[in-house]
Nanobody, 125 residues
Framework: QVQVVESGGGLVQAGGSLRLSCAASGRTFSSYAMGWFRQAPGKGREFVAAINWSRGNTYYANSVQGRFTVSRDNAKNTMYLRMNNLKPEDTAVYYC??????????????????WGQGTQVTVSS
């Protein structure tokens, strides 16, 4: 079993920055991928960013391209999401997810097998 745990959410003013972390533990696998999704009140789960762990390829939603950066620390088994120039519409619960089924459809939440509990990000105007 694999566990992923998010941290780093909070309240920030528009234009500010936050960094989310996602620590993975449990069974290790040779190739996997991780992603970030978010869900705002009354809306569905939305893809934000993803990374192929072994190759380091990164993928972004159009809405965050140029503002968010996803990265990884192999030694710590941790993925990060650096969020700059935050906007009120970025307010949501942010979820970390992982899958060992690579290649994968990075923007489809059903492609991920393991999910964290979520962390709240609130951007005030």
């Amino acid at each position: 079993q694999v566990q992923v745990v998010e941290s780093g959410g909070g309240l920030v003013q528009a234009g500010g920055s936050l960094r989310l972390s996602c620590a993975a533990s449990g069974r290790t696998f040779s190739s996997y991928a991780m992603g970030w999704f978010r869900q705002a009140p009354g809306k569905g789960r939305e893809f934000v960013a993803a990374i192929n762990w072994s190759r380091g390829n990164t993928y972004y939603a159009n809405s965050v391209q140029g503002r968010f950066t996803v990265s990884r620390d192999n030694a710590k088994n941790t993925m990060y999401l650096r969020m700059n120039n935050l906007k009120p519409e970025d307010t949501a619960v942010y979820y970390c997810a992982a899958t060992e089924n690579v290649p994968w459809t990075y923007s489809d939440y059903v492609a991920y097998d393991y999910w964290g509990q979520g962390t709240q990000v609130t951007v005030s105007s």
